[in-house]
């Protein structure tokens, strides 16, 4: 099994910066893809910022050039920096993983961590 877990989100003030940080644990063979989603009340669950393995990125078009993914592949750990808030970010940010654990390939998730843009 996987686990992963997130933390770095808390209130912060529009215009205000906060990072994410989700390390993988467990019995990991290997992971390709890493990313970070998003749900706001009301709305459904959405792509926020995606790494692969090599270090190729892929960002919703709402975030693109204020937030930044990284990922550490000897420590399982994927980051999310995220710059120039708004309370439009405000929503649960949850870790997922495209791992392979045993012999199976398979998608996991972190609990989520709130993230409140208000001032």
């Known amino acids: 099994q996987v686990q992963l877990v997130e933390s770095g989100g808390g209130l912060v003030q529009p215009g205000g910066s906060l990072r994410l940080s989700c390390a993988a644990s467990?019995?990991?063979?290997?992971?390709?893809?890493m990313g970070w989603y998003r749900q706001a009340p009301g709305n459904e669950r959405e792509l926020v910022a995606l790494?692969?393995?090599?270090?190729?990125?892929n960002y919703a078009a709402s975030v693109k050039g204020r937030f930044t993914i990284s990922r550490d592949n000897a420590e399982n750990t994927v980051y999310l920096q995220m710059n120039s808030l708004n309370p439009e970010d405000t929503a649960v940010y949850y870790c997922n993983a495209d791992a392979l654990a045993g012999a199976v390939w398979y998608d996991y998730w972190g609990q989520g961590t709130q993230v409140t843009v208000s001032s």
């Open positions: 467990g019995s990991i063979f290997s992971i390709n893809a």
């Open positions: 790494i692969t393995s090599g270090g190729t990125t």
